[in-house]
């Protein structure tokens, strides 16, 4: 461990305040002192109500709709250059826009990468985030990325539940290596959907690769944005004589119609984490906080100690 003589500061945006003041929490320190607000017409305003000249600065901000948010976090690390700070570290754990991460088609952006320069031109020197859509936006960047896994929680909550005869499912072919992780951690069998999508936030299940008959079923995603993909799926492994339904999914956008299809559909627990929060409570879905692991990361950052440990998939 190497001895840090620059103080630390954790700071937060407006974006998720629950989970930042439960990371400082997790951390021991008092979030510092920040004052954000909107002028008359919308403009976002930042000021750092203490110094942090030569300091360690993390700042906590998820970056879900609207685009305000991320527009907030780009001036708080403008802000944080320009009171002299030392290092800068974008601790997001929600990174929003990272669906548009390639070209699939003739004139349409590249969101993500966008993204990524617009925060390496801001000034940030380290970038901390969770389940990334896509693993390859860490390419993206030309600062260091810690990429964390939401399995570091859901692994020892699905654990602990010591469900028999579990398989688990990816919803669609982009979910196989998360789902295989989850597979291997639990001792359970894989089994994957295999999805069109005719149209954004539009998703039909075709058919279902592998055995789910009698079986008890853990569905595993990155982001629940409509719930369309997740839902089709539950209903189609209802309907393949799988037993009890579990889904779990790290990023609950959960927009639109997502709460009512939740509600009718097959699914009997749906678990998220605390990286967006919810719009409103739902009996069927239960959060669990990624404070702890996110906290543990700024703690060995601070103190140049290696993290593989925690986002070890």
């Known amino acids: 461990m190497s001895v840090q003589t620059q103080p630390i500061k954790l700071f937060a945006g407006r974006s998720n305040p629950a989970l930042a003041r439960s990371i400082a929490q997790a ?6 002192e920040v ?21 360690d600065v993390f700042l906590i901000q998820s970056t879900h709709p609207t685009a305000d ?11 944080a250059v320009r009171a002299s700070s030392g290092r800068i570290t974008a601790v997001i754990p929600y990174f929003g826009y990272a669906r548009q991460e390639r070209k699939d088609q003739p004139r349409v952006s590249i969101a993500a990468k966008l993204m990524a320069n617009l925060l390496t031109t801001a000034g940030v ?3 901390l985030t969770m389940d990334l859509h896509a693993s390859q936006i860490q390419g993206f960047f030309d600062v260091p990325v810690d990429h964390l896994y939401g399995s570091a929680v859901f692994a020892d909550y699905f654990r602990s539940l010591e469900l028999d005869n579990l398989v688990v499912v990816a919803p669609d072919v982009g979910s196989v290596k998360m789902a295989r992780s989850y597979a291997k951690k639990l001792g359970a069998g894989l089994a994957i959907i295999d999805k069109r999508r005719p149209s954004q936030n539009v998703a039909q299940v075709m058919h279902i690769i592998g055995e789910v008959e009698g079986k008890n079923v853990l569905l595993i995603d990155d982001m629940i944005d409509t719930a369309g993909t997740l839902t089709n799926a539950a209903n189609a492994l209802r309907d393949a004589g799988a037993l009890k339904i579990l889904a ?5 956008l959960l927009s639109g119609p997502a709460y009512d299809r939740i509600e009718a559909s097959a699914i009997s627990h749906l678990v998220v984490t605390d990286t967006i929060p919810l719009q409103r409570a739902l009996d ?29 998939s």
């Open 125 to 127: 020197d380290r970038v």
């Open 248 to 252: 779990a999914g790290t990023h609950a």
């Open 69 to 79: 948010n991320w527009m907030e976090l780009l001036l708080m690390v403008d802000a």
């Open 27 to 32: 951390f021991g320190q008092e979030l510092g």
């Open 284 to 312: 069927k879905i239960q959060v669990v906080s990624v404070s702890e692991i996110f906290a543990d990361a700024i703690r060995r950052i601070y103190t140049d100690e290696s993290i593989s440990t925690l986002f070890d």
């Open 35 to 55: 004052e954000i607000k909107n002028f008359s017409d919308g403009e976002i305003y930042v000021h750092f109500e203490e110094s942090i000249r030569g300091c």
